[in-house]
């Protein structure tokens, strides 16, 4: 009978035999060159296929992504503002109550 640890040892054997020929395989020019390829043609039909959705989507007078980048992005700066203001408004009631307490500056 089998037990797990031979079972393991062979397991072991077969992986590294295939590994090394897989690897020497994924390496061949045979098999880079059309995967190449494939990814490039890949690559462009995705661009193709963004960019016409991109154009339906703004004609349907949706906003695109980008469009929804850049107004997340403008929100994310006023906010910033806003957080600056109100700082510098209780900095500014902070120093209007202390006056009042001990009397102005000289």
């Known amino acids: ?5 031979q079972w393991k040892k062979s397991f072991d ?13 994924l390496r061949s020019p045979l098999v880079l060159a059309p995967s190449g390829s494939m990814l490039t043609a890949m690559m462009k039909w995705k661009a193709a296929t ?20 850049r107004t997340l992005h403008l929100l994310n700066q006023l906010q910033s503002r806003i ?8 900095q500014s009631r902070a120093d209007a109550a202390q006056s009042k307490t001990t009397g102005p500056r000289a």
């Open 1 to 5: 009978m089998f037990t797990f640890d």
């Open 13 to 25: 054997v077969w992986e590294d035999a295939t590994a090394k020929y897989l690897e020497q395989w």
């Open 50 to 69: 963004d960019k016409a959705k991109t154009l339906w989507w703004s004609e349907m007078g949706l906003p695109t992504k980008r469009d929804q980048e």
């Open 83 to 90: 957080l600056d203001l109100e700082e510098k408004l209780e």
